[in-house]
């Protein structure tokens, strides 16, 4: 499936975890900027090769040396970093950095000023900046099957030709997935994930998994709807789709599952009037750039009037997982928090 024809459920989404709608990716404004950098000057001598690796469309790639200079989607580089391979990614696309300069919460522990950022928002991506770095491999999330996540397709087949492109799948499979497959490409591209910092990372990931799962059980069946804010509508997130909602529904938080969803079965768009058709005990609000928080919704009746809203139990969700485990570590933290926090309401 392409992604013009994701158009309206991917395009709104903007990532398997949220539900941000139209309006609030017109908002979500980048520029396509240079940094500065020589980026591919610093790229460390390749590994020995030859290098192989199945991605999940699924399909062999194959050098003849191990892949030094990589160009990912910003999310996706964020995990390979986590993993050791900062020194080898060279570019990024996709929302980086925010219009004050600083990164975008998705760069996660990426050094956005040693790359170079050829695409900063959905739709923008220069093949001139990509083929300038001499690629040696292109890696990005997969939500539906054949789709390449923010690769434009009207350029789709120029920029698929000049390097190697590796894509995970994010959608319809719980958290721990893309993880671990994230962890093997790292692997297969030189990251040691016996190093500390990833075994450590590991070890909190599991810790913060068994944590949830234990506040959720003593929580009395506290009922979270993971939600986004936009001028007219209320998305709320299906967990049957969406990887993080899907993990924290198997170690037993009770996420509204909502009964009739578009947009790819992603979400289901409530207008403001009917944002109370689902009870729920704490509202998971996408904080990303572009989508509509606390402050902006007080002016809408529909929000207001909602119980987790007048019990002060709304909670800020980072929707677009970094699928690294020092990367979703801090999404299960943040949820056991607030579970903890809030009370049943009904």
């Known amino acids: ?79 390979l970093v986590d993993l050791g391979l900062q020194d080898k990614i060279v570019g990024v696309f996709g929302e980086t950095k925010k219009a004050d300069g600083t990164a975008e919460d998705q760069a996660g522990d990426l050094d956005i000023n040693k790359v170079q950022i050829i695409g900063n928002a959905w739709g923008e991506f220069s093949v001139e900046k990509y083929a300038a770095l001499s690629p040696e491999l292109l890696v990005t999330h997969m939500f539906d099957p054949g789709a390449y996540w923010y ?33 093997e490409l790292a692997a297969s591209l030189g990251a040691d994930l016996n190093a500390p910092k990833v075994t450590e990372a590991k070890a909190r990931f599991e810790k913060a998994a068994a944590d949830l799962s234990a506040a959720a059980k003593a929580s009395g069946g506290i009922k979270v709807l993971a939600g986004s804010g936009a001028a007219d509508i209320f998305y709320v997130s299906n967990p049957k789709v969406s990887s993080d909602l899907m993990y924290f529904k198997e170690l037993g938080v009770d996420i509204i599952i909502p009964e009739k969803t578009d947009g790819g ?46 019990a002060n139990q709304v909670f800020p969700w980072q929707a677009v997982p970094i699928y690294s485990w020092n990367g979703a570590a801090p999404l299960l933290e943040a949820l056991t928090a607030a579970i903890k926090k809030s009370k049943k309401l009904a």
């Open 1 to 79: 499936m392409s992604n013009s024809h994701l158009s309206l459920s991917r395009r709104g989404l903007l990532a398997a975890g949220g539900a941000a709608g139209i309006g609030a990716l017109l908002s979500a404004c980048g520029s396509n900027e240079e940094t500065g950098s020589s980026p591919a000057a610093s790229a460390p001598a390749a590994a020995a090769g030859p290098w192989s690796f199945t991605d999940d469309q699924p399909k062999e790639l194959k050098a003849d040396k191990t892949p030094s200079k990589i160009v990912a989607f910003t999310g996706t580089a964020a995990a």
């Open 151 to 183: 690769i434009p397709d009207e350029s789709k087949d120029k920029i698929l030709g000049l390097a190697p492109t590796a894509t995970i799948t994010v959608g319809r499979v719980p958290l721990t997935k893309p993880i671990e497959r994230y962890a």
């Open 265 to 310: 079965d992603y979400y289901e768009s409530l207008s403001w009037e009917n944002a109370d058709k689902y009870a729920a005990d704490i509202i998971f609000l996408d904080a990303r750039t572009g989508t509509l928080q606390p402050n902006d919704l007080a002016s809408k009746p529909g929000w207001s009037a909602l119980p987790a809203v007048k």
